[in-house]
């Protein structure tokens, strides 16, 4: 097993963990805007005080896995926006120029707000990654708890999280297995089938 540590993200991580990101989830929406969308995505975790982002390394520091959300996700999202909107306005002309379809879809993307569970004191986990050849080896759960304890510490008491609910049933069962609890579903706007996981986050 190779040696791991966890720890926080940091701007230098931030094109490694994009790299990741495309690897691990092939196909998915996040995926296909682009690596140059993705670094913002991270890099805007990495510059904001109430985020919570924590980087799985081998023995070298290189980037394994990662896994980002913040403490206030009902503001979360704007200030990520208005920050780094040049960035996103480039990532976001260089898929417009390339698939013209995805712009509406982009547009949500970029301007998504996160939401908050129905008490409104929730930790948000936004995304996690882990690279391909680490799947199934136990270091995604680590990655995962190792998360859930940085939000405790940083004062919440529990997290709550959305993932698709059909042909995902892969990541549903590790949520269900690590505790998340499914509160509901909804169905978006654009007809995508959700489900919402809450979990009651407790000090290790």
């Given at each position: 097993?190779?040696?791991?540590?966890?720890?926080?993200?940091?701007?230098?991580?931030?094109?490694?963990?994009?790299?990741?990101?495309?690897?691990?989830?092939?196909?998915?929406?996040?995926?296909?805007?682009?690596?140059?969308?993705?670094?913002?995505?991270?890099?805007?975790?990495?510059?904001?005080?109430?985020?919570?982002?924590?980087?799985?390394?081998?023995?070298?520091?290189?980037?394994?896995?990662?896994?980002?959300?913040?403490?206030?996700?009902?503001?979360?999202?704007?200030?990520?926006?208005?920050?780094?909107?040049?960035?996103?306005?480039?990532?976001?002309?260089?898929?417009?120029?390339?698939?013209?379809?995805?712009?509406?879809?982009?547009?949500?993307?970029?301007?998504?707000?996160?939401?908050?569970?129905?008490?409104?004191?929730?930790?948000?986990?936004?995304?996690?990654?882990?690279?391909?050849?680490?799947?199934?080896?136990?270091?995604?759960?680590?990655?995962?708890?190792?998360?859930?304890?940085?939000?405790h510490e940083r004062g919440a008491k529990h997290a709550f999280l959305d993932t698709d609910a059909l042909g995902n049933e892969r990541v549903n069962a590790?949520?269900?297995?690590?505790?998340?609890?499914?509160?509901?579903?909804?169905?978006?706007?654009?007809?995508?089938?959700?489900?919402?996981?809450?979990?009651?986050?407790?000090?290790?």
């Amino acid at each position: 097993m190779t040696e791991t540590r966890l720890d926080v993200l940091t701007s230098d991580d931030v094109a490694e963990v994009a790299r990741l990101h495309r690897e691990a989830f092939p196909g998915f929406f996040l995926t296909q805007l682009g690596e140059p969308f993705l670094r913002q995505f991270y890099r805007g975790h990495v510059e904001d005080p109430t985020a919570v982002a924590v980087v799985l390394r081998d023995a070298t520091g290189r980037p394994l896995g990662c896994v980002v959300g913040t403490t206030e996700p009902r503001g979360f999202y704007s200030r990520l926006l208005r920050r780094r909107w040049h960035g996103f306005a480039a990532a976001a002309a260089r898929t417009v120029v390339t698939r013209p379809s995805a712009a509406p879809r982009l547009l949500r993307a970029v301007a998504y707000r996160g939401g908050a569970d129905s008490t409104g004191q929730g930790a948000l986990l936004s995304s996690i990654c882990l690279s391909p050849d680490l799947q199934g080896s136990g270091q995604g759960v680590r990655l995962l708890q190792g998360w859930e304890l940085s939000a405790h510490e940083r004062g919440a008491k529990h997290a709550f999280l959305d993932t698709d609910a059909l042909g995902n049933e892969r990541v549903n069962a590790f949520y269900s297995h690590q505790g998340w609890e499914l509160r509901g579903s909804y169905t978006t706007t654009q007809g995508r089938q959700m489900n919402r996981y809450v979990k009651e986050l407790v000090r290790a």
